[in-house]
């Protein structure tokens, strides 16, 4: 027994070191040209299909302080505006839809995993990555219009950053996760 749960600790450090390389390196964007495809959802949810959701809490909350540090060092225009009114509301909105990913992935995930095992690895991926675009996104418009911010500019901004952005990050997680899941599982047996 102690054997796996040191396996299961050097997994779970791996993949948090992985958030943070990809967090603050260009190794987690992919460039399309016209926008960043970020693929920091990809180790979270890839962590909590072969760890658990326990796990999985922990590779979010390390994928949501990276984003909110990263908010912190650099922020993107639409954060540095949120940033100037409510710090709180920035750490909020980087943390709680990074918690949210890996419940929403391993929840899928479990619900269909029993009918076929590929499709609920790829719908797990889907829903994990889009849970962190539609909440993020979500949270910064609400707190943009909680802190008196005109949110009428930014609002066709953050439409369409979460229908490019996120319909390619979801296609980016099928894609990734899939493979690196059923590899990981195959050296770990």
């Not at 964007?29 to 072969?50: A, E, H, S």
């Not at 326990?54 to 984003?67: P, R, V």
Request: hydrophobic share 60%.
């Amino acid at each position: 027994m102690a054997k796996k749960q040191l396996t299961n600790l050097v997994l779970l450090a791996l993949f948090v070191a992985l958030i943070v390389l990809l967090g603050f390196t260009p190794l987690g964007l992919i460039p399309l040209g016209f926008i960043n495809v970020t693929i920091l959802c990809v180790p979270v949810i890839v962590g909590t299909l072969l760890m658990g959701w326990k796990n999985g809490l922990i590779l979010g909350l390390a994928f949501g302080l990276t984003s909110f540090i990263s908010a912190l060092i650099k922020p993107s225009a639409l954060v540095s505006t949120l940033m100037g009114a409510s710090p709180l509301a920035v750490a909020v909105m980087s943390i709680l839809p990074r918690l949210c990913v890996p419940l929403v992935a391993w929840g899928v995930y479990n619900l269909l995993r029993k009918k076929q095992e590929h499709m609920a690895v790829v719908a797990g991926a889907i829903a994990g990555s889009l849970t962190n675009t539609v909440l993020y996104l979500g949270l910064m418009l609400l707190f943009y219009i909680l802190c008196g911010i005109d949110a009428t500019g930014v609002l066709s901004l953050i439409g369409g950053t979460a229908l490019l952005a996120g319909s390619c990050e979801a296609a980016a997680a099928a894609i990734l996760v899939t493979p690196i899941l059923a590899a990981l599982k195959r050296i770990r047996k």
